[in-house]
């Protein structure tokens, strides 16, 4: 736990708790909104490839989740840990000029 902590700069075991709620609750969250989306968009295993429908629900579920992570994490009272986690994340996949000052 001590490694944990040091590695995300966090203080205390309630944290790492809150944390880990958070990232569970925001998973099944993003996959339960992308449900009614892909039924919205007319995509369900029945008319297209299954594999195909489950390659777009993932790709469908990132952004939901980037999006959401922040949101969660706030009504856990984490926000700050998300939001720099986002900020991270999202740099090493590219887009950290979304977050870049001028």
């Known amino acids: 736990m001590e490694k944990l902590k040091k590695r995300w ?22 996959a339960w909104v992308a449900k009614p989306i892909t039924a919205f968009l007319g995509i369900s295993p029945e008319n297209i490839n299954p594999i195909l429908y489950w390659v777009l629900r993932v790709f469908l579920i990132f952004p939901i989740y980037q999006l959401t992570l922040p949101i ?27 977050f870049k000052r001028s």
């Open 9 to 30: 700069g966090i203080e205390s075991n309630v944290q790492i708790i809150l944390i880990c709620i958070v990232f569970a609750i925001n998973g099944s969250f993003a």
């Open 72 to 98: 969660v994490g706030f009504a856990f009272g984490q926000f700050k840990f998300f939001w720099d986690f986002e900020k991270k994340f999202l740099s090493r996949i590219g887009l950290g000029f979304l």
